[in-house]
């Protein structure tokens, strides 16, 4: 349990910067959620290309076969570290609000929030940064050229590839919403019907899209001919996009968000992304009790009031730090968790509405992609990005073979209406023209004296309690296989209620957690997550996709 001792003692702890900068893994490294997309990275890998061509490889090859999760028509986070210079960089490819956005634009006449609206067709999505993000990358990053990197994507869309399982499902779940969208039903729907595993399906638009961009870079997306088409189209359908809303995207480099955990260097992502800040208040309170002398059952208290207390201050003060005023230094600070853990009692849940309400119900669902990525240099990657909702706005310029997002819903539509992932905010998420929205896409980063590790999930608002875990599990001796597969639980303040896999607390947890007041509710397995752990000592690098997915791993 906390004493005083632990507090001082987790904060005495001084951050290490192990990332062995000596040492090399002597390994290539791909873990993704698709086998194709795996393979594609390390073909690129085999090619004499670096983790970060792997990585442009992997993304681009996921538009292609996993287009309900990511694509060109989204856009996400790239956490990269260089092994030459040791630096970490944060790319943020998140889209932006087109310039005609406002803040009620979901809004009717009477200031309800119209059902659907920033969910579905072209006036739910975003500015595109995947392929600014890509491009950047290559540039910067690479060893290869982009035609090289965008080689495997460009193959898997023009000769297609069968269909799996999980496609299968993706199709059969959306078939209404993308029964609205012509361009996008002709290509998924084998006349008009959901084609059997098994089919190889062919992206012939979609190929020529990555084509042009192989052979004229970004400029080939985000003007002339392609951006006409697609502004055309989403002005058409109702959307609002402006070929100067694509010509004026840009990728941000960020800082990314370093913290520590008991001697863990942990390094994640910084806002527009909501994950970081909340993963590593969570750990900063956790930080001062001595968990390992803990029961388990007093363990999954502590880490379940944890997560209750880190995910009260996201809705209320993130945002787009180029909008936003945000008092990251307060949430971070060991004084502020310090705080929180006297109001976290050692025998009771605390009512979730004893504090501020800011959240809501927030359901989670299967799209969106992360990546992890080792070369045999060091080099890394970690990457979360999405379209957002399955098959994103459902919408696809035709001749592009490009779905669009509907990131705009990651937007605050109205204070204190639940988007579609049930979370609420304030003005700090406002819509504003050329803001980006929160995220909670966090791919991660952790350093100890023992090895590095990669992880990231998608997930909706629970990705942030699914990496703290996997982040715990690391701390406690685990490798890539054992933090994608320990069995998850989730509180998120409101609803207050814990969220648990089967198997996540043994019976006697169940009702020594009911006892103290918490309400449980088992759910179906959730997340998608990939890693990779380098071990320093063995030299071993392992690499592991999500046992509850179709995604592979592969270690050279
Ligand atoms: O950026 C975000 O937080 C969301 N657009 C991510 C969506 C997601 O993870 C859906 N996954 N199941």
Redesign the pocket.
């Given at each position: 349990m906390k004493t005083r001792l632990g507090v001082l003692l987790g904060l005495l702890i001084l951050p290490l910067t192990s990332s062995a900068a000596s040492l090399k893994p002597g390994h290539d490294a791909v873990a993704s959620a698709q086998p194709f997309a795996t393979k594609a990275g390390m073909q690129v890998l085999a090619e004499g290309g670096n983790a970060f061509d792997a990585a442009v490889a992997v993304s681009a090859a996921l538009a292609v076969v996993e287009p309900y999760s990511s694509g060109i028509g989204g856009g996400g986070f790239w956490l990269l570290h260089d092994a030459k210079t040791g630096k970490d960089v944060m790319v943020d490819g998140r889209e932006y609000a087109p310039a005609a956005a406002t803040a009620t634009m979901y809004q009717d006449k009477n200031g309800n929030v119209i059902p659907g609206a920033s969910l579905n067709g072209p006036l739910s999505a975003g500015i595109p940064g995947e392929v600014a993000a890509l491009a950047y990358i290559n540039r910067h990053y690479g060893k290869l050229s982009l035609a090289q990197d965008l080689a495997p994507a460009i193959k898997l869309a023009r000769d297609g590839f069968p269909l799996d399982r999980m496609f299968h499902a993706m199709l059969q779940s959306r078939e209404q919403k993308l029964k609205q969208w012509p361009a996008a039903w002709k290509v998924f729907y084998l006349d008009g019907q959901v084609p059997p595993s098994g089919y190889v399906l062919k992206q012939p638009n979609l190929a020529r899209t990555l084509e042009l961009i192989a052979r004229h870079g970004p400029a080939a997306f985000y003007t002339g001919k392609l951006a006409e088409e697609m502004v055309n189209a989403v002005r058409a359908n109702g959307g609002i996009w402006s070929l100067a809303d694509l010509r004026d995207y840009q990728v941000k480099l960020r800082a990314p968000l370093s913290g520590e955990y008991r001697g863990m260097r942990i390094v994640t992502v910084s806002p527009p992304s909501s994950g970081g800040i909340v993963m590593l208040e969570a750990l900063n309170i956790l930080s001062g009790y001595d968990l390992a002398a803990d029961s388990a059952l007093m363990q999954k208290h502590l880490i379940i009031e944890a997560m209750r207390f880190a995910y009260r201050d996201r809705a209320e003060y993130l945002g787009d730090p180029d909008f936003v005023k945000m008092p990251l230094a307060r949430l971070l600070s060991p004084y502020y968790a310090a705080g929180l853990r006297t109001a976290i009692l050692p025998d009771r849940a605390t009512p979730s509405s004893d504090l501020a309400p800011v959240t809501a119900e927030a359901p989670?669902?299967?799209?969106?992609t992360s990546i992890a990525v080792m070369d045999k240099d060091g080099d890394m990657v970690g990457a979360t990005f999405?379209v957002?909702f399955r098959f994103g706005s459902g919408f696809m310029p035709p001749h592009t073979g490009v779905i669009l997002n509907d990131?705009m819903d990651?937007f605050v539509s109205k204070p204190g209406v639940p988007n579609g992932f049930g979370l609420v905010g304030n003005s700090a998420n406002a819509i504003a023209p050329h803001k980006r929205p929160l995220?909670?896409?966090m791919p991660t980063f952790l350093y100890t004296k023992r090895g590095l590790a990669i992880l990231g999930t998608?997930?909706?608002s629970r990705?942030i309690s699914m990496v703290l875990l996997g982040t715990l599990d690391y701390f406690n001796g685990g490798d890539a296989q054992s933090i994608v597969s320990i069995p998850r639980y989730h509180m998120q303040y409101l609803p207050d209620t814990v969220f648990y896999e089967p198997g996540a607390f043994t019976k006697d947890e169940i009702t020594g957690l009911e006892k103290m007041g918490y309400t449980l509710r088992e759910t179906h397995p959730y997340g998608n997550m990939q890693s990779i752990t380098w071990d320093y000592r063995t030299g071993k690098v392992r690499a592991a996709a999500d046992p509850r997915d179709v995604g592979t791993a592969e270690v050279q």
């Amino acid at each position: 349990m906390k004493t005083r001792l632990g507090v001082l003692l987790g904060l005495l702890i001084l951050p290490l910067t192990s990332s062995a900068a000596s040492l090399k893994p002597g390994h290539d490294a791909v873990a993704s959620a698709q086998p194709f997309a795996t393979k594609a990275g390390m073909q690129v890998l085999a090619e004499g290309g670096n983790a970060f061509d792997a990585a442009v490889a992997v993304s681009a090859a996921l538009a292609v076969v996993e287009p309900y999760s990511s694509g060109i028509g989204g856009g996400g986070f790239w956490l990269l570290h260089d092994a030459k210079t040791g630096k970490d960089v944060m790319v943020d490819g998140r889209e932006y609000a087109p310039a005609a956005a406002t803040a009620t634009m979901y809004q009717d006449k009477n200031g309800n929030v119209i059902p659907g609206a920033s969910l579905n067709g072209p006036l739910s999505a975003g500015i595109p940064g995947e392929v600014a993000a890509l491009a950047y990358i290559n540039r910067h990053y690479g060893k290869l050229s982009l035609a090289q990197d965008l080689a495997p994507a460009i193959k898997l869309a023009r000769d297609g590839f069968p269909l799996d399982r999980m496609f299968h499902a993706m199709l059969q779940s959306r078939e209404q919403k993308l029964k609205q969208w012509p361009a996008a039903w002709k290509v998924f729907y084998l006349d008009g019907q959901v084609p059997p595993s098994g089919y190889v399906l062919k992206q012939p638009n979609l190929a020529r899209t990555l084509e042009l961009i192989a052979r004229h870079g970004p400029a080939a997306f985000y003007t002339g001919k392609l951006a006409e088409e697609m502004v055309n189209a989403v002005r058409a359908n109702g959307g609002i996009w402006s070929l100067a809303d694509l010509r004026d995207y840009q990728v941000k480099l960020r800082a990314p968000l370093s913290g520590e955990y008991r001697g863990m260097r942990i390094v994640t992502v910084s806002p527009p992304s909501s994950g970081g800040i909340v993963m590593l208040e969570a750990l900063n309170i956790l930080s001062g009790y001595d968990l390992a002398a803990d029961s388990a059952l007093m363990q999954k208290h502590l880490i379940i009031e944890a997560m209750r207390f880190a995910y009260r201050d996201r809705a209320e003060y993130l945002g787009d730090p180029d909008f936003v005023k945000m008092p990251l230094a307060r949430l971070l600070s060991p004084y502020y968790a310090a705080g929180l853990r006297t109001a976290i009692l050692p025998d009771r849940a605390t009512p979730s509405s004893d504090l501020a309400p800011v959240t809501a119900e927030a359901p989670e669902s299967r799209h969106t992609t992360s990546i992890a990525v080792m070369d045999k240099d060091g080099d890394m990657v970690g990457a979360t990005f999405t379209v957002n909702f399955r098959f994103g706005s459902g919408f696809m310029p035709p001749h592009t073979g490009v779905i669009l997002n509907d990131e705009m819903d990651d937007f605050v539509s109205k204070p204190g209406v639940p988007n579609g992932f049930g979370l609420v905010g304030n003005s700090a998420n406002a819509i504003a023209p050329h803001k980006r929205p929160l995220s909670s896409m966090m791919p991660t980063f952790l350093y100890t004296k023992r090895g590095l590790a990669i992880l990231g999930t998608p997930g909706g608002s629970r990705i942030i309690s699914m990496v703290l875990l996997g982040t715990l599990d690391y701390f406690n001796g685990g490798d890539a296989q054992s933090i994608v597969s320990i069995p998850r639980y989730h509180m998120q303040y409101l609803p207050d209620t814990v969220f648990y896999e089967p198997g996540a607390f043994t019976k006697d947890e169940i009702t020594g957690l009911e006892k103290m007041g918490y309400t449980l509710r088992e759910t179906h397995p959730y997340g998608n997550m990939q890693s990779i752990t380098w071990d320093y000592r063995t030299g071993k690098v392992r690499a592991a996709a999500d046992p509850r997915d179709v995604g592979t791993a592969e270690v050279q």
